[in-house]
């Protein structure tokens, strides 16, 4: 397992949740493997000098979330509050703060620290310093459990704070602080942002819908690629996606033979990626952004028969997360959202195993949860 | 169906062939094309021996046309030039390797990347055109996929050059792995490797030899200028160099884990394919996620670079490491090419050692 995921089992022993920190907070956690959430009483830090403490608005559900409570990748320590697409209302900030006020709305994503001086940190692509720490699961640098967004307020170093556009609705934005920046961070490094670029999608979840709205604004023609007919219409009518081509049907997948500069593969199941890769032309880019459990089966002859490559790509640094933000708001992009209500998330939790969400699963934090 | 490889052509040639999958090559005579106003006619000195060689003689790849004459790392003495021919003239020594056609009017052709032309026509055992190798006493082709020759490169030791040196050059420099400083293992040491490691050298890159027999330590470093040899089956070795390096070239052809390989990259590192097992990588895909981490394949190169590189290796002094072979130790050469055990590229003494009988 990568480091990075293996280095947070510093877990201390001697307090608790509700007593380590000095700041009362609530929120909603998975206590076991079943991954059932229920209330939680736990703490908070007090505001450090760099620090900015908001009430939480809203988060967004993603597919990680229920990976992380029912300790799919076996990291996970219990209790566990989940949430890294949060968006709020800042409460209070440290006396060193100089990007927010009170009142400001904000954003917090996957990430809430990294080592600052590695040559990822100083690069602007914290998300690969080898000690990231991410808003949920991960011991930070005191040594204690991250809470994630599923709570009422969070308190964070300003470094990762977002700002929030203006004209960015909070709810249907949240999700965009990880799908949003998912999917913009490797079209960008990949250089799959160019107008004209043919761009195919597979995988019409959370990820994949944000993915076919951030290439459309990049100018790219868009294909989904799917097992299912029945999405077609929501691909091209409601994600407005250029093509459609059920990847069942061998002529379909035929005529799509080396047409495709780039391929995002969000599906996070076990599945063959030889018939996605004889999609692009050459030099073209599969880019893998969703984490099956097994390896899958790759032909060397299909990459260098056209000098194709696969490669992967998670999240996005905090620089560039800002920029996809204000990017979304300058071209309209919002994630497709169910608002609920923080008392129906193990529901939500269920049709999400189900893929039964058109796209993303939003709590509706401030609104509906109360302490108890 | 009336023409037999010698009589399709009006102009005689000698060569040796094999005629099935045993792989077997004996003499043959055939016949080539006359001079066309763009093409260059030379007599052919040496000639590479490569592992595809094999591969194709054996029908490995399923795609065997027999009578085959192999041979794509050929450098010869130009005899005759047709009347438009501009790159050459008579006298002049050329090479000529992979390629000795394409439709020069597509995207890739364009992109002076023909090797990616779906009409690419191969030196031999082309699928559309029969074409006939550098096993033979002379060759016929288009000027265009003629390398001109540098004065001051040996013939022989520079004939591997014309597959084996791209193969590991191309890729260096399209990847981004060619800049000063920077830390590329190379996998396998053999025909690619060898010359793999003298390229990233005289890039200024620190090279690490990756391999699974210990013994080769001494030729990495001691002879070929390595700073390093990792053994790929120490796990020890393997775990201290975990996120070292920004790039990897893998030219091994037999089966073998890629996880492990991915290891070793930092962040945002490249794992590079030019070798290609017959059985699919399981490929992982947390590595590459977590580590903004590629896979790229990368197939020999265009004719620009082809003669980019040769002109490259003229001027760094690299050459391969050769034995010299007559044409008749070829069937003896193949089996130990079988066995890898060549250190590093059999090259054919063609002009003094192919007769006509």
């Not at chain 1, 990822?120 to 991410?134: K, L």
């Not at chain 1, 799917?226 to 061998?250: C, M, P, R, V, Y």
């Not at chain 1, 032309?281 to 990459?303: C, D, F, Q, R, V």
């Not at chain 2, 590189?309 to 079988?338: C, G, S, V, W």
């Amino acid at each position: 397992m990568h480091n990075s995921l293996k280095h947070n089992w510093r877990y201390t022993m001697t307090t608790s949740p509700e007593s380590e920190h000095p700041i009362k907070a609530y929120g909603y956690a998975a206590r076991d493997t079943s991954g059932s959430l229920s209330p939680l009483t736990f703490s908070r830090r007090a505001t450090g000098e760099k620090d900015v403490r908001f009430k939480v608005l809203y988060c967004g559900i993603c597919h990680s979330d229920l990976h992380l409570i029912k300790n799919d990748w076996g990291f996970t320590k219990y209790p566990v509050t989940p949430g890294h697409e949060i968006v709020g209302v800042v409460t209070e900030v440290g006396s060193k703060v100089e990007k927010f006020k009170i009142g400001e709305i904000v954003g917090v994503g996957y990430l809430v620290g990294s080592c600052r001086s590695c040559q990822n940190c100083v690069s602007d692509y914290e998300q690969y310093c080898p000690t990231y720490v991410s808003t949920s699961g991960f011991t930070y640098f005191d040594g204690t459990q991250t809470y994630g967004g599923y709570s009422d307020h969070m308190v964070s170093d300003e470094h990762f704070v977002l700002r929030w556009p203006e004209n960015l609705p909070l709810d249907a934005g949240a999700p965009l602080l990880c799908a949003g920046i998912t999917t913009y961070s490797p079209l960008r490094y990949y250089g799959l942002d160019k107008p004209g670029m043919k761009v195919g999608v597979v995988g019409l979840g959370g990820l994949g819908h944000v993915a076919v709205k951030m290439a459309k604004a990049f100018g790219a023609e868009v294909t989904v690629f799917s097992t299912s007919t029945a999405k077609k219409q929501e691909a091209i009518e409601g994600l407005k996606a250029d093509h459609f081509i059920n990847s069942k049907d061998e002529q379909q997948m035929q005529a799509a033979r080396g047409t495709l500069d780039g391929f995002i593969d969000t599906v996070s199941a076990i599945h063959p990626i030889s018939p996605l890769l004889s999609t692009l032309t050459t030099n073209g880019k599969l880019i893998l952004l969703g984490i099956p459990e097994k390896p899958l089966e790759l032909s060397a002859a299909s990459l260098v028969l056209g000098r194709k490559t696969v490669a992967g790509s998670n999240v996005g640094g905090i620089k560039e997360t800002q920029e996809m933000l204000d990017f979304a708001a300058e071209h309209g992009i919002t994630a497709d959202v169910e608002v609920i209500p923080i008392d129906y998330v193990n529901t939500a939790m269920e049709r999400l195993l189900k893929s039964d969400v058109k796209y993303r699963f939003v709590i509706d934090v401030a609104n509906s949860l109360k302490a108890e | 169906m009336g023409s037999s490889p010698e009589t399709e052509h009006p102009v005689k040639a000698l060569g040796y062939a094999a005629r099935d999958s045993s792989g077997v090559l004996s003499p043959i005579n055939f016949s080539r094309r006359e001079t066309g106003d763009e093409d260059v006619r030379f007599k052919v000195l040496y000639c590479g021996v490569c592992h595809s060689d094999l591969h194709s003689v054996k029908n490995d790849w399923l795609n065997a046309k027999y009578p085959m004459i192999p041979g794509h790392e050929i450098v010869g003495v130009v005899t005759e030039v047709g009347s438009k021919v501009k790159k050459v003239k008579v006298g002049d020594k050329v090479g000529v390797g992979c390629m000795v056609g394409s439709c020069r009017s597509c995207d890739q052709c364009d992109a002076d990347q023909e090797q990616y032309c779906s009409n690419l026509v191969q030196t031999y055992n082309s699928h559309a055109d029969v074409t006939y190798g550098g096993y033979s006493d002379h060759m016929v082709c288009n000027e265009h996929f003629i390398i001109s020759w540098p004065e001051n490169l040996p013939l022989d030791g520079g004939a591997p050059l014309l597959c084996a040196g791209i193969t590991v050059y191309s890729p260096m420099r399209y990847y981004g792995l060619d800049k000063p400083g920077m830390h590329v293992g190379v996998v396998g040491l053999g025909g690619l490797g060898h010359v793999g490691v003298m390229f990233l050298k005289a890039f200024g890159v620190k090279v690490t030899v990756i391999s699974t027999n210990p013994n080769k330590k001494e030729e990495a470093v001691g002879k070929l200028g390595a700073d390093s040899f990792l053994v790929s089956r120490d796990q020890q070795q393997m775990q201290a160099a975990v996120g070292t390096m920004d790039g990897i070239i893998d030219t091994v052809s037999a089966d073998h884990p890629l996880t492990p390989l991915i290891s070793l990259l930092k962040p945002n590192g490249k794992l590079v394919l030019v070798g290609a097992p017959t059985k699919p990588h399981e490929l992982p895909a947390f590595p590459l996620l977590f580590g903004r981490k590629l896979v790229g394949g990368s197939l020999i190169g265009g004719i620009k670079e082809t003669q980019e590189m040769i002109d490259f290796a003229a001027k760094h002094k690299i050459t391969a490491a050769i034995e010299l072979i007559p044409i008749d130790y070829i069937n003896t050469a193949m089996e130990r090419l079988q066995k890898s055990d060549v250190r590093y590229r059999f090259v054919i003494d063609v002009a003094n050692t192919l007769k006509s009988t």
